[in-house]
């Protein structure tokens, strides 16, 4: 399969605690980017990190990319309650005439208790 | 628009009947996909376009499911005699460009999803 694998597949921590979250893959990608969805609606797009790169930072994100094992981790510095949500890492493949499709992982379901 | 527009937010339907899903992209996307989410899982990819052309349909799950686009803008997916397996949240997005080799995928935006079930 050429979708991402997250894991954990849960994780509860506590207001103020980082969260790690991993992402593995097996195919060789263009990118790889990390996404949010709240309530099982409408996914929202966190950050997205390229093959040649190896660490990305948004505000309280950072993403590392680790192209020669295939994985990538999300990690959110100091949690807050409003962090409790699905996150769901998606690759782009590096394919040869194949366009367009991203592919998504089942997500980690990362919950912060205040 | 603002972002990404989906409706119905919800549908209720008997099992049989034919539905009507409808996403709005954001306004210059030129690409366009459809997923479907049951509860508690992943996303399930099930079709994409570029402009008004959809190279890539392989994961539309039967031939009761069917999608088009026209004027490179909306997009309706049709799903035929539904059954209660075709309940789930159906998901659409968009994203700029798609561009091969090393430039990849852009970003996707999503809509709020339509949520079906079929009774």
């Keep these: 399969s050429q979708q991402g694998e997250e894991d954990p597949q849960a994780l509860s921590i506590q207001e103020g605690e980082n969260a790690t979250m991993n992402c593995s893959y097996k195919t060789s990608i263009n990118n790889l980017q990390w996404y949010r969805q709240n309530s099982g609606r409408g996914l929202v797009h966190l950050i997205l990190i390229r093959s040649n790169e190896r660490e990305k930072h948004s505000g309280r994100l950072r993403v590392t990319l680790d192209t020669s094992k295939k994985s990538s981790s999300l990690l959110i510095t100091a949690s807050r309650a409003a962090d409790t949500a699905s996150y769901f890492c998606a690759t782009d493949p590096d394919r040869g005439s194949t366009l367009g499709r991203l592919y998504f992982g089942r997500g980690t379901q990362l919950t912060v208790w205040p | ?119």
């Design chain 2, 1 to 119: 628009g603002a972002g990404v527009s989906q409706s119905p937010s919800n549908k209720v339907t008997e099992k049989g009947k034919d539905v009507e899903l409808r996403c709005d992209p954001i306004s210059g996307h030129t690409a366009l996909y459809w997923y479907r989410q049951s509860l508690g899982q992943g996303l399930e990819f099930l079709i994409y376009f570029q402009g008004n052309s959809a190279p890539d349909k392989s994961g539309l799950p039967s031939d009761r499911f069917s999608a088009e686009r026209t004027g490179g803008s909306v997009s309706t997916l049709t799903i035929q005699r539904t059954q209660q397996e075709d309940s789930a949240v159906y998901l659409c997005a968009s994203s700029l460009r798609i561009a091969g080799g090393s430039l990849g995928t852009d970003t996707q935006y999503f809509g709020p999803g339509t949520r079906l079930t079929v009774l």
